[in-house]
């Protein structure tokens, strides 16, 4: 059975991708497809998340096992094939590709064609330039400022009392205090 995907994304609105898959590939196949098809380096973190109608997160299948809860199973992307966890037409998965940024492509299963097999995936339609992998944040040069100087400006009465007052720290003193004083 042949998979036909369309990979879009939020940020692009002119960019799409077609791309058509054996059912019995696995997770990371598909994923190899889509960044091959945009240019993406292979050696970043990234994750498929199978989700609902609604683009709501169902189940993460991650590229490495980070062991972060051992009582959830780990899907691994080498592990997980296609047609085990796409259930018919219409199946919505995200592929995560800047954890940081929490940037994604959205996919959707169009169609799928039994009957059929495919040794390596295919892009059957590619428009528009994909969103770039990693987004460039600006770099804002620091303020320099004379530090001499500002140390000149603090006295004795910045750094507060040198006595300790037992009266502070009694069980009532923060229960009285609010956020906005």
Wanted: proline share 2%; hydrophobic share 35%.
């Amino acid at each position: 059975m042949i998979y036909n995907f369309r990979v879009v994304s939020d940020e692009v609105d002119n960019f799409r991708r077609d791309i058509q898959i054996d059912a019995d590939a696995t997770f990371l196949d598909l994923r190899n497809a889509i960044y091959e098809s945009v240019g993406y380096d292979k050696n970043q973190m990234c994750s498929f998340f199978i989700c609902d109608n609604e683009w709501e997160k169902e189940r993460e299948i991650t590229l490495e096992d980070m062991g972060l809860d051992a009582s959830e199973d780990a899907y691994l992307m080498e592990d997980t094939i296609l047609s085990d966890e796409i259930e018919d037409e219409g199946q919505r998965l995200m592929l995560t590709f800047d954890y940081l940024n929490d940037r994604s492509f959205y996919i959707e299963m169009k169609s799928s064609e039994t009957g059929k097999t495919l040794i390596e995936p295919l892009v059957s339609s590619a428009m528009g330039q994909a969103p770039k992998q990693e987004s460039v944040l600006e770099i804002v040069e620091p303020t320099k400022i004379n530090a001499a100087k500002a140390v000149e400006e603090f006295d004795d009465e910045f750094y507060g009392s040198d006595s300790y007052n037992d009266d502070e720290f009694e069980a009532g003193g923060f229960s009285d205090m609010t956020l906005d004083e």
